[in-house]
């Protein structure tokens, strides 16, 4: 008996452990704290409103961000929700016992751009999405021309917004870089036609009487001229003569006779040119983005500055080729923003400025929009540039005298010709695989000659770099 009451006594303290720690275990699962409630999403459009009730009197109301969403109490159970922008706040209603969230999202609704559109192209599913500085143009439209309307209108409607035009087009190629293939040709021809005839006598005279008549064409020099007649009288003949005469110009026709010391310069001159100037620049623009060229260089031009007395600054002037354009893609259709300009030095329009000799640009410059499939070309010729002058050069009353007048006179002629042809094709490409990269043209010799390498030198071979060529198989 003695034996039995420990072990009882042994249990009867382990069964009160159990229960005691049942009722712990109970009591905690009590106080755990249940799972929060989901929280309720009240939907909205922007621009739009509408009322949450409550089953409570409220207190107090709280939203995270006004500018998307605002709360006013209105009646004592009732809020006026107003949508502004897009976008999910939080909305926290207190009681005087209870409290309750709710997530506002506001989502964007049908902008006054987007029923205009839809009002202006029936049919077509176009979605106008306005966030921040920019205008998102989303879905399918038809053709290209509905595309490029639809960005024309949002783009004068929004015109302090970027718009990015993302509408898709049936069969609509997926590239958005284009090549533009432009070819540069200019012709220019220049005729110029001189006639005059200038008089003179020798430095010793006739009868020792010296004259010359030279209306705008040079006659000869004389240095150190002497001469010796058989007599004094007109027209005797010249026994000795020493002397060296002095040329301007070798496009002449000179005529001079010792007997009578009478000469005659005549200058008849007829000169044509012609020039051609050929440039083919390509450029890669992306869609929507602006490309340019130059092929020229800049000429240095002095600015006086105003602040400091004799200073002067330099400032670098562009001139020769430009191409500027800008590429809208629209499925398979490319319209085209182009700006060619071509300008060239002018130094007899120049200006002298503090002992500067700075030339005019003469500058051709064509800007149009044009529309084009890909692989199409389009010209831009037309561009011409005509000069004709005429300059004559007399002595008043000789001049107008019959027949002989015209010994008094020079006529000069000048006419050029200057035409620019501009052709443009642009395409739509690419990037290339790595399989697809061609070969870079190489030369079939090596570009450093074999002969005096160290390694053919060497016993052996040099190693993989200097080491001599491999015999060919079959030997």
Known sequence: MSLLRPVRLVLHTCGAMIVLLGAVSTAAAQQAPAPAPAIEKVPLTAGRSTVLMTDFDITRVAVTDPAIADATVVQPREVLIDGKMPGTVSLIIWGA????????????????????????????????????????????????????RVAEIATATASKAKVVNMLQLPGGSGSQQVLLKVRFAEVSRRALTEVGVSLFTSPT????????????????????????????????????????????????????????????????????????????????????????????????????????????????????????????????????????????????????????????????????????????????????????????????????LPIIGHLFRTKSERAEQTELLVLITPQLVRPLNPDEVPPLPTLEQRFLPRPGDIGRDIQGGGGTVDGPDAAPQGR
Not at 384 to 392: F, P, R
């Open 97 to 148: 016992a209870e409290r309750r969230q709710y997530d506002l999202v506001v989502e964007p609704g049908v902008s006054t751009l987007e029923q205009r559109l839809q009002a202006l192209f029936p049919g077509e599913d176009i979605r106008v999405t306005a966030t921040g500085d920019a205008v998102i143009l989303a879905g399918r439209v038809s053709s290209n021309d509905v595309s490029l």
């Open 205 to 400: 005279g006739i009868n020792n009487t010296i004259a010359r008549v030279s209306p705008g064409t040079a006659a000869p020099n004389f240095d150190s001229l002497t001469a010796t007649k058989a007599s004094s009288s007109f027209g005797a003949d010249v026994t000795s003569a020493t002397g060296e005469f002095t040329f301007g110009d070798f496009l002449n026709i000179f005529l001079f006779s010792q007997k009578y010391d009478l000469g005659a310069m005549i200058r008849a001159l007829r000169d044509r040119g012609l020039f051609q100037s050929l440039a083919e620049p390509n450029l890669i623009a992306y869609n929507g983005q602006e490309a340019s060229f130059l092929a020229g260089g800049e000429i240095p031009i002095p600015v006086v500055q105003g602040g400091t007395v004799g200073a002067v600054s330099i400032q670098y002037k562009e001139y020769g080729i430009r191409l500027n354009f800008t590429p809208t893609v629209a499925g398979d259709t490319i319209r085209l923003h182009v700006r060619p300009e071509v300008s060239t030095l002018d130094f007899p329009n120049g200006i002298l400025l503090s002992g500067f000799r700075i030339p005019a640009l003469a500058t051709r410059r064509g800007e149009t929009d044009v529309e084009l499939r890909d692989g199409q070309t389009f010209a831009m010729a037309g561009l011409l540039n005509n000069l004709s002058q005429d300059a004559v050069q007399e002595i008043p009353g000789l001049a107008r």
